[in-house]
């Protein structure tokens, strides 16, 4: 099984990482509390699983889809940013709204137009397209999608920890349209960089 060690590593790397998942995942559990943060979780993962299939019978190897996807997604991704620069400047930040609007079928809708979640399982499908077709005892694919289950969850757990241990400092008023504030700025340059270089490539 060591064979599948440099995957999780990939799958870790690209899972941990700052990205949009991982802030809503963030602001679902300082919103709704580990049940809200599970069920986001859910929708990450069941998405990316859909994702990785699709990838794994060839779909998204297109130059011109996957700029496509990135533009798209990334100029979207900003839109999302800046309605929440815009909520955390009014003060308008509601904990039930936002524990309700993490919901697992929109979270799996949105992996479709996330640039890092197709990066991220395009990479992981042809780099499990490597491994032996004996990997013991299950086959690359079954294999594959087993560590992208664990190692994904994981990941988002850590962020959903990270939420709920925030979530106290964060009840004061001012400090949690700080916050909100940072993590739509954070997101936003996120989004403009995955576009900016989605269209780059167009180039």
């Avoid at 400090?175 to 996120?190: D, I, K, P, T």
């Amino acid at each position: 099984m060591s064979v599948l060690l440099p995957l999780a590593a990939l799958i870790f790397a690209a899972a941990i990482t700052p990205g949009p998942n991982n802030y809503l995942i963030l602001r679902a559990a300082l919103a709704g509390g580990a049940a809200a943060a599970a069920r986001a979780a859910s929708g990450v993962i069941g998405g990316g699983v859909a994702m990785l299939l699709l990838a794994f019978a060839g779909v998204g190897q297109s130059a011109a889809l996957g700029r496509c996807i990135g533009v798209v997604g990334g100029v979207w991704l900003a839109a999302l940013a800046l309605a929440q620069l815009r909520a955390a400047w009014r003060g308008d930040v509601s904990a039930e709204s936002a524990a309700v609007a993490f919901g697992a079928w929109r979270m799996a809708a949105f992996q479709w137009l996330n640039p890092k979640a197709w990066v991220m399982v395009s990479s992981v499908a042809a780099a499990a397209a490597t491994l032996p077709h004996d990997v013991s005892p299950v086959s690359p694919l079954v294999a594959t999608i087993a560590l992208f289950v664990a190692t994904t969850s994981l990941c988002l757990m850590l962020w959903a920890a990270g939420g709920r241990a925030a979530a106290g400092w964060l009840r004061e008023p001012r400090r949690r349209r700080a916050f909100e504030a940072a993590m739509g700025m954070l997101l936003f340059v996120s989004a403009l960089s995955l576009a900016l270089r989605a269209a780059g490539g167009a180039a």
